[in-house]
């Protein structure tokens, strides 16, 4: 049913039951397959998207066509919500990971129904302000911190997202986590092997032990060089 994945998404908490039947009456219900463009950088911004299954990446191409991944998306994540309030075009492209179900929200239908509903555009609001500091610190990391650091910011950040600490999962390639990182697989690929050597972590395949948490703190602050 589609009121009750409207229930689960963080964006819409706290509505009631009309506020989602009204939802329910907009939504556009989406099946992608993986590879699948969703929008392009330039298209005009006709709405925002929410990932009800599978994952969705926003990039952007470099005029040498070097990729730039800003977010992997996940289950309940919305994304293009900055369309509603800003009427331009989208800044970025979206592509499906894999197999993958969104809901879409056209921008004009959605502007009327949160105008009869306040909660649910402050709702939004803090939803922009979560991705406006996620932005920040990635910009932060990619400008000022060295790549050994980047890896290990991004390795916690996972760790805190699991119920064990020590233990994480790459849900990405290493090749679309060197895009997010903004280095190469070549590069990743030589880090990953040194912080396994000084026993920073110990990986197998996707699964990372982090082995040294106060190590890897010490990187991601520019404390400590690998």
Do not use: C, W
Not at 86 to 101: C, D, F, H, I, Q
Request: charge should be positive.
């Amino acid at each position: 049913m589609i009121i009750e994945e409207l229930e689960k998404i963080s964006l819409f908490q706290g509505l009631t039951r009309e506020h989602y039947a009204e939802l329910g009456k907009i939504v556009v219900d989406r099946q992608l397959q993986r590879g699948q463009f969703i929008f392009y950088e330039g298209d005009d911004a006709a709405g925002f998207y929410v990932v009800i299954s599978g994952r969705v990446k926003i990039y952007k191409l470099s005029f040498e066509g070097k990729e730039q991944i800003l977010h992997i998306l996940g289950q309940g994540e919305p994304f293009a919500e900055v369309a509603v309030f800003s009427g331009t075009v989208y800044p970025a492209n979206a592509m499906a990971l894999e197999k993958s179900r969104i809901f879409f929200f056209a921008k004009d239908a959605f502007v009327r129904l949160i105008g009869q509903n306040p909660s649910l555009s402050m709702n939004m609001l803090a939803t922009l302000s979560l991705r406006l500091k996620q932005f920040t610190h990635m910009i932060e990391a990619l400008s000022l911190k060295e790549v050994p650091g980047r890896l290990a910011a991004y390795l916690l950040l996972l760790s805190r997202q699991n119920e064990s600490n020590k233990s994480v999962k790459l849900n990405v390639t290493k090749t679309q986590l060197a895009s997010l990182l903004g280095t190469i697989p070549e590069t990743l690929s030589r880090i990953l092997t040194r912080m396994n050597k000084q026993q920073f972590i110990e990986s197998r395949g996707a699964a990372i032990t982090l082995l040294d948490l106060d190590g890897l703190n010490d990187l991601a602050n520019g404390l400590r060089k690998l």
